[in-house]
């Protein structure tokens, strides 16, 4: 008989698991394990919404027969304790495709072959090959649609039903005392949280499922946010609820306009993982080297005011709260709030993807990194810098009605269509929100702009 380690990362689903089908057909029985490690999970929204993934798939385990452990410790030796107290022959994951996780697992795996034990690595959160997708010169793409048009036919769907049982081996009684829960967040500011969202492998199904009616309307639709117009599938393929490769799959099948435009989205998730694995220092550095002497402002005030949707400029206050409250933003309205924050406040684009990063429940390393650097022009295939948003100008076009500065900038719900999306134009004041912007919009366009033109000199 012969046992294995299974170690759940971020692919919490029991369907379409390459490293967990390999794992049930190799061996007779799994030790199956989270491990939480503090240093990992310093994420407060996604670490909220972690909490509960991992509850629906230790549900859908035990439903199985088996049983989830979820362990408190250092991976790097916790797993190859487990490993020697269980007698495991192998360890299996599925690989996460970021710098600093595979470079822990390639010293783990050191680990455990010093032992004789064998470290298995499937893919599975990714569709792409990155080191397969290449240019004719052999060299990574840097633009993304060359790269969308050179990975897309190299995608492939291999249906992998769920198991039905899970024949898995005990916890050792020496780590018993590893287990541990993951607590909620006190206080409960997550609680707005679960009104919009259901965390698990079942809820993302259903948000796929619910996704398909609408695919035709889906080109225009994703830029309007006051309506439900994108598929919410951020966090659930963030945390591997859903793999890519079932997305592709089913979208594909149901054809129709909205079909290609949302694989396309699909791509950039793709592409930011893909300039991840290449340039990996573009998580902390700018890609465009020109930009390392850029002249970013230390505004500790207006970052505050940022954050906590006080600028003064409906759309991008709107944005922000949206954030706050559901952990979650719309996809043009972080293109729009992260301009203002880099280019009419000229803060620097770090410090946004920071914020972004300890408020998304999708808060994922690769896409956060890219989009920042995308609309701070700083970074691979990037919006240039002079592009600038306006925030007025796309709050009057993709929310006219004003209906989604409504929702979340309650303060300014008495206002008419043209006036909610700036009120001092009207020479409007409404208490309890900002007389003015914090940043005049023309002053801080021109301030943009001399900054960018400073870097030529």
């Known amino acids: 008989m012969t046992q294995a380690i299974f170690w759940f990362r971020r692919d919490l689903r029991l369907a379409d698991h390459p490293a967990l089908e390999r794992a049930i057909q190799s061996h007779d029985a799994l030790l199956l394990v989270y491990v939480d490690n503090a240093a990992d999970n310093v994420y407060d929204a996604s670490r909220a919404w972690l909490r509960r993934s991992l509850e629906r798939l230790a549900e859908d385990i035990r439903a199985r027969g088996g049983e989830l452990h979820v362990l408190a410790g250092d991976p790097e030796s916790l797993i190859p304790a487990l490993a020697v107290e269980t007698g495991a022959t192998s360890v299996h994951i599925s690989a996460l495709h970021e710098p600093d996780a595979d470079a822990r697992d390639a010293r ?4 455990l072959a010093s ?3 064998a470290m298995r690595r499937a893919g599975g959160r990714l569709l792409t090959d990155a080191d397969a997708v290449l240019t004719q010169s052999s060299t990574p793409f840097r633009v993304f649609t060359p ?20 024949a898995c081996g005990p916890l050792p009684s020496s780590l018993q005392g590893a287990r541990t829960t993951l607590d909620a967040p006190r206080p409960r500011w997550d609680n707005g949280f679960w009104d919009t969202w259901t965390p698990g492998e079942a809820a993302a199904l259903t948000r796929l499922d619910d996704l398909l009616p609408r695919l035709h309307a889906y080109p225009d639709a994703r830029d309007v946010p006051a309506v439900e117009g994108t598929s919410r599938l951020s966090p659930h393929l963030h945390f591997g609820e859903i793999s890519p490769s079932r997305i592709f799959d089913v979208v594909q099948r149901h054809g129709g306009n909205g079909a290609d435009k949302y694989i396309a989205e699909l791509g950039w998730r793709e592409f930011a993982y893909y300039v991840l694995h290449h340039w990996p220092a573009s998580r902390h550095h700018n890609f465009n080297p020109k930009f390392d002497v850029m002249p970013w402002r230390d505004d500790p005030p207006g970052l505050d005011a940022w954050q906590r949707g006080l600028t003064g400029v409906p759309l991008v206050d709107a944005g922000l709260r949206q954030l706050w409250n559901e952990g979650w933003m719309h996809n043009r309205v972080r293109m729009v709030v992260a301009s203002w924050l880099t280019k009419h406040m000229g803060i620097d684009w770090r410090q946004g993807a920071a914020w972004f990063m300890h408020t998304l429940v999708d808060a994922d390393l690769a896409n956060n990194t890219l ?4 609309v701070a022009g700083t970074g691979v295939d990037a919006a240039p810098y002079f592009r600038i948003f306006n925030p007025v100008t796309q709050s009057r076009r993709f929310d006219p009605q004003g209906t989604y500065i409504r929702r979340w900038v309650p303060e300014l719900r008495a206002l008419g269509d043209d006036a909610v999306h700036a009120p001092w134009e009207s020479g409007l004041r409404v208490a309890g929100y900002p007389a003015k912007p914090i940043v005049d919009l023309s002053a801080g366009r021109d301030a943009a702009l001399a900054r960018l033109a400073a870097l030529a000199k």
């Open 108 to 111: 783990i795996a050191a680990t």
């Open 115 to 117: 032992g004789g034990i």
């Open 371 to 374: 989009g920042w650097q995308w």
């Open 147 to 166: 790269f969308h048009k050179a990975a897309r036919p190299t995608w492939r769907h291999r249906p992998r039903e769920a198991p039905a049982t899970l």
